[in-house]
């Protein structure tokens, strides 16, 4: 009987991952399928461990690590399949995954991959990917990642791109196109086959019923700076080879790509991964002959028009002056009265207009926002210590005053931290139990979402306050995905203001930063 699909598995030292991937392939409701680990030399017993205990995959051993591209590469070669599936080896694979995508395959004729539904490993209910999206200055990632399954992802329509940790590529696309480009070694080489894919006619499908449950970089947390390097390396790569010259050209898409590099440069330099981003420029350059080769061959093969590729890259708003850091937010908050300095100098204002009421016994959460020392001179001054912003000490201090008696402390102030805390319901427990009758809470929390006609203060807390605009631009890059935000506190935070106090939003905006002023009766 000839084999369906084969199953590929690139490997390196992953031997306390195997058991639970292969487990899940011996269940598959598609039997007329291989499974091809293709080890790169690992050193752990990945591959006598396979042997021992899963005598049915077939073993290609490779000298040393050759990245993923080579090794899936070489599966494909010896693979005997008209469908090839490609599988991390941090995954468990559904039992009737194989079943729906060689369905979802063989039923779409113009399709040439096919993306699973990628679940979180741990959170169950949480995608990985449900594939993947690239943007118009080659940033590309997993669709909804870190979103909650639901209706939409259960939905099965086309997608562009397909990731090569849990898909099914027709063999047609590999004699067609070519194989993964092995310069990339890893990460975005998958970008860079679904977009030559692209140009020669084959979509892109996403089948919501197979599912695959993913670790997530459990391999690649071990070398963290070479990852940083291929990443930004292989990005530019993609741009190179790959992206039309009319998207280039299009609203001068060139420059804002330019920046981005800049930025994404002083960004690596900042985090300590300034050798990597050498490393990657000087490849770059190094074969930019090479690269320029290959963008003509892609090129001269596209047989789909410019308006239908571009209509697949997403948009990418950018700041002209953010590669400029610093001074860039010092020209913003001086001249446009937006960015962090500005907001922070609005919240110290705001704090010293009521400093008539910062007396006795004054305990402070939210180091780090502001200028304090003027507080620490108004009382009897009481933090954890003198640590940052965003510090787990502080935050599970806010929730267990254990230290002060009941209704022992005059003034509490609580500056950008509710919002963070895993548990805000005892937080506010806490401060309300500590707070003496007449004491003063000064509460400062961003909003994502502008509030209309919600119900004045209630008898426990008055707000005495209105909020102040926070622009989306700033709030959206700069601190939600630079702090950790609990979406539970959020919710809980934004039922506080809805139920307890008067909440005067911003005009204009979705998102807000919000200055409560607030006493005990």
């Given at each position: 009987?000839?084999?369906?699909a084969s199953?590929?598995?690139?490997?390196?030292?992953g031997?306390?991952l195997?058991?639970?991937?292969?487990?899940?392939?011996?269940?598959?409701?598609?039997k007329?399928?291989e499974?091809?680990?293709?080890?790169?030399?690992?050193?752990?017993?990945?591959?006598?461990?396979?042997?021992?205990?899963?005598?049915?995959?077939?073993?290609i051993k490779?000298?040393k690590?050759?990245?993923?591209a080579k090794a899936?590469?070489?599966?494909?070669?010896?693979?005997?399949g008209?469908?090839?599936?490609?599988?991390?080896n941090?995954t468990?694979?559904d039992?009737?995954?194989?079943?729906?995508?060689?369905?979802?395959?063989?039923?779409?004729?113009?399709?040439?991959?096919?993306?699973?539904?990628?679940?979180?490993?741990?959170?169950?209910?949480?995608?990985?990917s449900?594939g993947d999206?690239?943007?118009?200055?080659?940033?590309?990632?997993?669709?909804?990642?870190?979103?909650?399954?639901?209706?939409?992802?259960n939905?099965s329509g086309?997608?562009?791109?397909v990731?090569?940790?849990?898909?099914?590529?027709k063999?047609?696309?590999?004699?067609?196109?070519?194989?993964?480009d092995e310069?990339?070694?890893?990460?975005?080489?998958?970008v860079?086959?679904?977009?030559r894919?692209?140009?020669?006619?084959?979509?892109?499908?996403?089948?919501s019923?197979?599912?695959?449950?993913?670790?997530?970089?459990?391999?690649?947390?071990?070398?963290?700076?070479?990852?940083?390097?291929?990443?930004?390396?292989?990005?530019?790569?993609n741009?190179?080879k790959d992206?039309?010259?009319?998207l280039l050209?299009?609203?001068?898409n060139w420059?804002?790509?330019?920046?981005?590099?800049?930025?994404?440069?002083?960004?690596?330099f900042?985090?300590?991964?300034?050798?990597?981003a050498?490393?990657?420029?000087?490849?770059?350059?190094?074969?930019l002959?090479?690269?320029?080769?290959?963008?003509?061959?892609?090129?001269?093969?596209?047989?789909?028009?410019?308006?239908?590729?571009?209509?697949?890259?997403?948009?990418k708003?950018?700041?002209?002056l953010?590669?400029?850091?610093?001074?860039?937010?010092?020209?913003?908050?001086?001249?446009f009265k937006?960015?962090e300095?500005?907001?922070?100098?609005?919240?110290?204002?705001?704090?010293?207009?009521?400093?008539?009421?910062?007396?006795?016994?004054?305990?402070?959460v939210?180091?780090?926002?502001m200028?304090?020392?003027?507080?620490?001179t108004?009382?009897?001054?009481k933090?954890?210590?003198?640590t940052s912003?965003?510090?787990?000490d502080?935050?599970?201090?806010?929730?267990?005053?254990?230290r002060?008696?009941?209704?022992?402390?005059?003034?509490?102030?609580?500056?950008?931290?509710?919002e963070h805390?895993p548990?805000?319901?005892?937080?506010?427990?806490?401060?309300?139990r500590?707070?003496?009758?007449?004491?003063?809470?000064?509460?400062?929390?961003?909003?994502?979402?502008?509030?209309?006609?919600?119900?004045?203060y209630?008898?426990?807390?008055?707000?005495?306050?209105q909020?102040?605009?926070y622009?989306?631009?700033?709030?959206?890059?700069?601190?939600?995905?630079?702090?950790?935000?609990?979406?539970?506190?959020?919710?809980?935070?934004i039922?506080?203001?809805?139920?307890?106090?008067?909440f005067?939003?911003?005009?204009?905006?979705?998102?807000?930063?919000?200055?409560?002023?607030?006493?005990?009766?």
């Open positions: 009987m000839k084999t369906e199953v590929i598995i690139p490997n390196w030292n031997k306390h195997l058991r639970i991937c292969l487990l899940s392939l011996r269940k598959q409701t598609l007329n399928f499974i091809i680990l293709v080890d790169n030399g690992s050193q752990d017993g990945s591959v006598e461990y396979t042997t021992r205990y899963f005598p049915g995959v077939r073993i490779l000298e690590n050759y990245g993923f899936v590469n070489e599966g494909i070669k010896k693979s005997l008209k469908y090839i599936v490609l599988i991390n941090d468990e694979v039992k009737n995954c194989l079943q729906y995508l060689v369905q979802a395959a063989h039923k779409h004729k113009e399709v040439g991959f096919v993306a699973a539904k990628m679940l979180n490993f741990y959170q169950r209910d949480m995608i990985d449900a999206w690239i943007d118009v200055v080659g940033h590309a990632s997993n669709i909804g990642l870190g979103e909650k399954d639901g209706e939409k992802f939905k086309f997608v562009f791109l990731t090569g940790g849990g898909g099914l590529f063999r047609e696309v590999f004699n067609k196109v070519g194989f993964f310069d990339y070694f890893a990460y975005f080489e998958d860079d086959l679904c977009l894919a692209q140009f020669q006619g084959f979509r892109g499908w996403y089948e019923k197979a599912k695959i449950y993913h670790i997530h970089k459990a391999t690649a947390q071990k070398i963290k700076p070479f990852i940083e390097y291929l990443q930004f390396r292989n990005m530019t790569m741009i190179i992206f039309p010259e009319t050209k299009k609203n001068f420059l804002r790509i330019l920046l981005v590099h800049l930025n994404t440069i002083k960004y690596l900042s985090q300590g991964f300034a050798l990597q050498i490393k990657a420029e000087v490849w770059i350059l190094w074969h002959p090479l690269l320029l080769k290959k963008r003509f061959e892609i090129q001269k093969s596209k047989n789909v028009l410019d308006e239908y590729l571009i209509s697949n890259f997403r948009e708003k950018i700041r002209p953010s590669f400029l850091g610093r001074a860039a937010y010092n020209i913003r908050s001086k001249f937006t960015g300095d500005y907001h922070r100098k609005q919240a110290e204002d705001w704090l010293k207009s009521h400093q008539d009421k910062i007396t006795g016994v004054i305990w402070d939210g180091a780090g926002l200028k304090r020392d003027w507080i620490r108004l009382g009897d001054y933090t954890l210590n003198n912003y965003g510090d787990p502080i935050i599970a201090d806010l929730e267990d005053l254990s002060f008696p009941n209704e022992s402390v005059d003034t509490i102030i609580c500056t950008e931290v509710l805390t548990h805000p319901d005892k937080a506010v427990a806490e401060m309300r500590v707070l003496k009758k007449g004491g003063w809470i000064f509460l400062t929390s961003p909003f994502w979402w502008v509030f209309h006609g919600l119900p004045d209630k008898d426990y807390w008055r707000f005495t306050h909020a102040w605009e622009l989306t631009r700033d709030f959206s890059d700069r601190e939600i995905t630079k702090c950790a935000f609990k979406k539970e506190s959020m919710e809980f935070f039922k506080l203001v809805a139920s307890e106090m008067m005067i939003p911003a005009e204009g905006g979705e998102a807000t930063t919000a200055y409560l002023c607030l006493a005990r009766k």
